[in-house]
């Protein structure tokens, strides 16, 4: 147990001082933006860093426009980008197949509960496509610096697609 010197005399005093202390703490972080800390640029401008903070918004955009409703239930707001695999498996984090919208609920609720999610794809899906997933998140090893450059390069022919055909009314 940590002694600081301070005993308080009452309950509410000592309350008050963790917030304090919590709070100043709180107001002295700066929060981290897209350039305040970057990594080792390559020759074309972009770390590997980048490049997945890139594709990750890359992907919140294509399933903001892809999915109107939550894949598990018929919510339509609030809507999460949620993983049917964890998103640290790197041969899955970006895939189409892998990312779904879900409410806010069902994508917490998949933590503990996973098979609502599992069986609503293998409904969806069928069982091949499960598998096909299953088998490619056992893949080891991260990804190089040139995969995910191609990565990004799919994903935004993938979205400037959506947006053409949200344009064109299709």
């Not at 005093?13 to 981290?32: C, D, I, M, N, W």
């Not at 080792?40 to 955009?61: F, P, V, W």
């Not at 599992?118 to 997933?133: H, I, S, T």
Request: net charge positive; charged share 35%.
């Amino acid at each position: 147990m940590r002694r600081t010197g301070f005993r308080p005399r009452a309950y509410s005093e000592g309350v008050e001082r963790a917030l304090s202390r919590h709070t100043s703490k709180l107001k002295q972080r700066t929060p981290l933006r897209k350039g305040f800390r970057r990594a080792k640029h390559t020759e074309d401008g972009d770390s590997a860093k980048d490049i997945k903070l890139e594709n990750d918004q890359l992907i919140r955009e294509i399933i903001a426009l892809r999915d109107k409703k939550c894949f598990t239930c018929p919510a339509t707001t609030g809507l999460q980008v949620g993983h049917l695999f964890r998103r640290g498996i790197e041969s899955l984090r970006w895939s189409l197949e892998n990312n779904h919208a879900q409410c806010e609920f069902c994508n917490s609720r998949h933590e503990y509960e996973p098979h609502h999610y599992e069986n609503e794809f293998k409904q969806q899906y069928g069982r091949r496509a499960w598998n096909d997933l299953e088998r490619r998140s056992r893949q080891k090893g991260k990804l190089s610096y040139i995969e995910l450059s191609e990565i990004r390069d799919h994903l935004r022919a993938v979205l400037e697609a959506a947006q053409k055909r949200k344009r064109d009314g299709a």
